[in-house]
Each structure stands twice: as structure tokens, then as C-alpha cells.
């Protein structure tokens, strides 16, 4: 090979290796930007989780979830399927009823067996961990619920605390969903009101 030929290689291929570098800088901004929109994405997701939670409404909670979600609670069969969830947050939260109708924390205070008239709840989370990769994310966090007798009424405060788990996936839509859900608590707070 000419010594000229040669120049002209070396220029050649330093000219792709540094077109290919500055296009993985580029893809990896890119990826670090999507990211980071995922990350944020995910995060709202579970704060519309949480206000779903609190405001005690079934529907707003089951559209977090994909339709296929599972729901793996202590002491508990999985439940599967956004209907059988439907089901279940409908009896607990108490369908289309405000707290002062026993929607909300009381239908859930009877869902364990408790008056809600003699008690006052509170619940107290944590966020822990939120990561997103592809199209699969998960965020954890910790929760403390008390059920605390109103006063004249006799009886211990009833506490559970435990750690949640969401698994998440996005959508063909790009919206992101729960698919499943876990949960751990101590102690079964039924067996906690004996």
C-alpha cells in the first residue's frame, strides 16, 4: 500500500470512529433523557396511586392497573385480573361512597371486622426506590397504618406496617401500569383486633 493510501485510511476510519462516538453520546443523551422521563412517568404513577388510595376510590385505583395486574398480598391468594381487582377495591373501599357515607377508611375499617364510628385512621408512607428499564420499572416504599380507638371507646390501637412493591410495565400506549403489586405486612390486622 502507498504511503498515501494509508493516510487516507487511518482519516477515513478516524472520521467513523469519531461519527460513531459522537452518535453514541447522542443515543446515550437520548437514553438518559428517556429515562429520566420514564423515571418521572413511573413516579406519577405512583403518586396517582397513593391519592387514589387516599381519596378511597376504586376507579381512580384500578386505572393504575394493567388489565391483566396481579395482586399478591401477606396472608392472601393472588388476585388476578383487573376485574377480580374491581371486585375486591369496590368491597373494601366501598364503591361510590363518601367517608361520611362509610366509604373510604371506614368500609375498610369493616372490611377487618372494626366499628369505623370508634376509630380514627391513619396511614404514613415511605417512598424507597424507583428504576425503570426498557419497558419494565418498580418502585418500593413503606407503609405504617394505625386504627386508633376515638376516645370513650375501650381498646388498643390497632397498627400495620409492612413494604409495597410495584412492578410496572408500559403500555402499547406508553402509558405506564401496575402490573403487579405486592405487599408484606407483620401481622394480619384482623388477628391484631382479638
Same mark, same amino acid.
Given at each position: 500500500?502507498?504511503?498515501?493510501?494509508?493516510?487516507?485510511?487511518?482519516?477515513?476510519?478516524?472520521?467513523?470512529?469519531?461519527?460513531?462516538?459522537? $452518535? #453514541?453520546?447522542?443515543? %446515550? @443523551?437520548?437514553?438518559? &433523557?428517556?429515562? =429520566? /422521563?420514564?423515571?418521572?412517568?413511573?413516579?406519577?404513577?405512583?403518586?396517582?396511586?397513593?391519592?387514589?388510595?387516599?381519596?378511597?376510590?376504586?376507579?381512580?385505583?384500578?386505572?393504575?392497573?394493567?388489565?391483566?395486574?396481579?395482586?399478591?398480598?401477606?396472608?392472601?391468594?393472588?388476585?388476578?385480573?383487573?376485574?377480580?381487582?374491581?371486585?375486591?377495591?369496590?368491597?373494601?373501599?366501598?364503591? $361510590? #361512597?363518601?367517608?361520611? %357515607? @362509610?366509604?373510604?377508611? &371506614?368500609?375498610? =375499617? /369493616?372490611?377487618?371486622?372494626?366499628?369505623?364510628?370508634?376509630?380514627?385512621?391513619?396511614?404514613?408512607?415511605?417512598?424507597?426506590?424507583?428504576?425503570?428499564?426498557?419497558?419494565?420499572?418498580?418502585?418500593?416504599?413503606?407503609?405504617?397504618?394505625?386504627?386508633?380507638?376515638?376516645?370513650?371507646?375501650?381498646?388498643?390501637?390497632?397498627?400495620?406496617?409492612?413494604?409495597?412493591?410495584?412492578?410496572?410495565?408500559?403500555?402499547?400506549?406508553?402509558?405506564?401500569?401496575? &402490573?403487579?403489586?405486592?405487599?408484606?405486612?407483620?401481622?394480619?390486622?384482623?388477628?391484631?383486633?382479638?
Amino acid at each position: 500500500m502507498k504511503r498515501a493510501s494509508i493516510v487516507l485510511l487511518v482519516v477515513i476510519v478516524g472520521i467513523a470512529t469519531a461519527a460513531m462516538s459522537q $452518535e #453514541k453520546k447522542i443515543a %446515550e @443523551g437520548s437514553k438518559k &433523557a428517556g429515562h =429520566a /422521563e420514564d423515571l418521572a412517568a413511573v413516579n406519577q404513577l405512583s403518586e396517582d396511586y397513593a391519592a387514589a388510595w387516599a381519596k378511597g376510590d376504586p376507579e381512580l385505583l384500578l386505572a393504575c392497573y394493567a388489565d391483566d395486574a396481579v395482586v399478591i398480598m401477606s396472608h392472601e391468594e393472588p388476585i388476578v385480573g383487573k376485574e377480580a381487582l374491581r371486585e375486591l377495591y369496590e368491597h373494601v373501599l366501598g364503591a $361510590e #361512597k363518601t367517608e361520611e %357515607e @362509610g366509604g373510604g377508611s &371506614a368500609a375498610m =375499617a /369493616e372490611a377487618i371486622g372494626l366499628d369505623p364510628e370508634d376509630y380514627t385512621f391513619t396511614t404514613e408512607t415511605g417512598q424507597g426506590q424507583t428504576e425503570v428499564s426498557g419497558d419494565l420499572g418498580y418502585l418500593w416504599g413503606t407503609y405504617a397504618t394505625a386504627a386508633t380507638p376515638k376516645p370513650g371507646v375501650g381498646g388498643e390501637p390497632i397498627r400495620d406496617s409492612g413494604v409495597t412493591l410495584l412492578i410496572v410495565r408500559r403500555q402499547e400506549d406508553g402509558a405506564w401500569k401496575v &402490573a403487579l403489586m405486592m405487599a408484606t405486612r407483620g401481622e394480619h390486622p384482623a388477628a391484631s383486633s382479638k
